[in-house]
């Protein structure tokens, strides 16, 4: 296990714009602790070293933004597209469901689920011609680029996928499998 120095916490600290004071409050620990030991004037105790540490670490992941995670161009169908069509795009994509945009703003999404639901209650049909409109859901959520990814995590836990939205058009989009990739 690696043991920063002094000058490796403070540059640390500084690189992700946290003042001593911060530092301390998210570490249990007071601002003058944090001042000495960027001094090199007091040994601290492992226990206060490890929160520091974890702290850092922590500020040092959520660093990570939406922008940075976000996948482009977003596969993505018009509400008066038919069906078939929205069906196309998922099997060519192997996605399960797509964002629903008109003039690059997001007015809902059709899924695999909302398709298949059509067919068992309305028994639609190829031959019926419907449209994305008839069938779609709820907008995913939305989120500013410069979004942490911790905040990202938190919405995927209650939805398939969240759109990234700046000046209020679409820029990309961020899935569960996206975010795997931050672990691996």
């Known amino acids: 296990m690696h043991i920063p120095t002094p000058s490796e916490i403070r540059a640390k600290r500084e690189m992700l714009d946290l003042t001593q004071s911060e530092l301390a409050r ?3 620990v007071s601002q003058s602790m944090i001042a000495r030991i960027e001094a090199g004037s007091v040994d601290p105790r492992v226990g206060t070293l490890d929160k520091i540490i974890r702290v850092l670490n922590i500020a040092e992941r959520s660093i990570v933004t939406a922008a940075q995670v976000m ?3 977003v596969q993505s169908i018009h509400p008066e597209n038919q069906i078939a069509s929205a069906v196309d795009i998922m099997e060519k994509n192997g996605i399960s ?3 629903v945009i008109l003039d690059g703003v997001p007015v809902g999404c059709i899924s695999e689920s909302a398709i298949l639901f059509a067919i068992e209650e309305q028994h639609a049909h190829k031959s019926q011609n419907y449209l994305v409109r008839d069938f779609m859901e709820s907008s995913f959520p939305t989120v500013p680029p ?3 990814v911790e905040t990202v995590v938190h919405i995927l836990q209650q939805h398939h ?3 990234v939205l700046e ?3 679409v820029q990309g989009v961020i899935t569960k499998h996206d975010l795997i990739s931050l672990i691996t």
């Open 26 to 28: 998210k570490a249990g």
């Open 71 to 73: 996948h482009t161009p």
């Open 97 to 99: 469901q797509l964002p």
């Open 146 to 148: 410069d979004i942490d």
């Open 161 to 163: 996928a969240v759109l």
């Open 167 to 169: 000046k209020g058009k």
